[in-house]
């Protein structure tokens, strides 16, 4: 069974190694991902360019998996 990587998590060499992705793709997931505050779901990751559900379905298998993104508090106080 393959080892479980959160993309939220994952260096963009944690996806090269576990998704086997280059290295320019691996990046632009990892910096789409900070752009958002994280990824919440896989229709998210799809929205990045160059993903499509193939390449969904290959990340499932390879173990990666995508948890809630942490978003701010909706109770933050305005002055």
């Not at 069974?1 to 632009?28: G, H, P, W, Y």
């Not at 993903?51 to 809630?68: C, H, L, Q, R």
Request: aromatic letters at 4%; charged letters at 30%.
């Amino acid at each position: 069974m393959a080892e479980k990587i959160d993309i939220n998590q994952a260096s963009a060499e944690d996806l090269q190694r576990t998704f086997q992705v280059n290295e320019q793709c691996a990046q632009i997931i990892v910096e789409r991902r900070e752009e958002m505050g994280g990824f919440s779901s896989w229709e998210e990751i799809k929205q990045v360019a160059g993903i499509d559900d193939t390449m969904i379905e290959s990340m499932k298998d390879a173990g990666i998996v995508v948890t809630k993104a942490s978003t701010p508090s909706s109770n933050t106080r305005r002055a």
